[in-house]
């Protein structure tokens, strides 16, 4: 018996568990869900937002920006495509706008909406159209506990003291894709950083549900929320796309999509393809599942035999990864030395919401971390690639530096810094219920670990 598209989202809902909580996130006449993004290639500014369906036109007001109020004066106007969505009971209207008309390395203040009905002005900078220095937040899973506790770890990544241009989502952003309330609580816990910094988001798993034919689809919200570039392969637009900014090239991967049909899937040749023809310095990847895993019991090996190669082949400095729920980073080469030249990426997984995995200390890992909520801010220069995790209370995790020069890449492991001991015992919900034989597991694992680790160093 087949059903409608509509009862299949809310079964999706229904069968994963969704009970309806107090607070719901339904638009209204005036402006929501308001973010920035890179509208295409050249990483031209877009912007995104939502009111109920009583709203049909959606205009965007700019102007350059500065101390002076009157800047409103010299604002122009621009009318932005509408999309209207009506799912699970939830009637909106979308609207983006790419702004490709705006000069380079410059402030602007922009505000949404029409008639009567306003955003606050919005500010943000515009890429330069050289290389030049930037820097960026990474966040592995968000996932659970949007509004009560991943909340906190974008607002303290935002407040650590140092201005960001972008922020990069490596998956499972909310825990079912096609729950309305969960994207209403991770827009609540972002708030207007979104409208002033821009998102490079990737979907992981959970932004996937099963239709009517059980076959699993990208939930109907990803399209209207995020106005990415539309320079992925066919079927995969605007959740498979690359960026070029200031020197760097930015690859997001559907690793979902690319298992829902791996041996027909356009992914891998489209990646040769970007990855082949790029004339960037540096090439970083985003994608959910992870190479090499982080969470024990947890594997992807057809997805490492088909991606490592092609990595490797083009030399990608780094790949942001999340799904698994713990930390973990590392890369081809034995763990522990100090300088190292290297061909091929530093992979990380990473995951900034409150639900955690057992660690898997694997062999490719450098550095690990059980139950920490984490995020990543990575700042990029002509030469070097500065990486540094923290926890949500601040604290330097991990660092590492890849310096890139006369056709060498040194890595440069600053682990030694960090604020912090490995932090490698499971979640205490898995200690909870662990018996003898899972603590024998575990400590045969750790020792051995903890063996490599100091042979190596």
Known sequence: MRISKTIALLLSCILTGYIATAQEFLPTEYPDRIILTFGDA???LAVTWRTDGSVSE??????KADGNPDFVRDKKSYKAKITPYDEAGVKANYFSLVMDDLEPNTLYAYRVGSEERWSEWFQTTTPSDEVAPFSFLY???????LKSMWSRTIRQANLHGKKVNFMIHAGDLVNRGVNDNEWGEWFYAGGWLYGMIPSIATPGNHEYYKDENDNRKLTPLWQPTFENPMNGPKGLKESVYFVDYQGCRFISFNTQGLFADPENSPQPKWLDSVLANNDQKWTIVT????????????DNEELRNLLKPMFEKYDVDLVLQGHDHAYGRGGNVPVGLKNRNIDGPVYVVSVSGPKMYNLSLGDWMDRGAASRQLYQLIDVSADTIHYA??????ELYDEFELIKRDHQKLFIDHAANAELEEALYPPMRYQERFE???WKEFNDRLKEYKAKKSQDQ
Do not use: C, L
């Open 58 to 63: 959606g205009i965007v007001e700019i102007a």
């Open 42 to 44: 050249d990483a031209n």
């Open 139 to 145: 966040f592995g899973d968000a996932q659970n506990d």
């Open 436 to 438: 003898d034989k899972d």
């Open 389 to 394: 995790s923290y926890t949500t209370s601040g």
């Open 287 to 298: 994608m959910h599942h992870p190479v090499y895993s982080s969470g024990y019991g947890r």
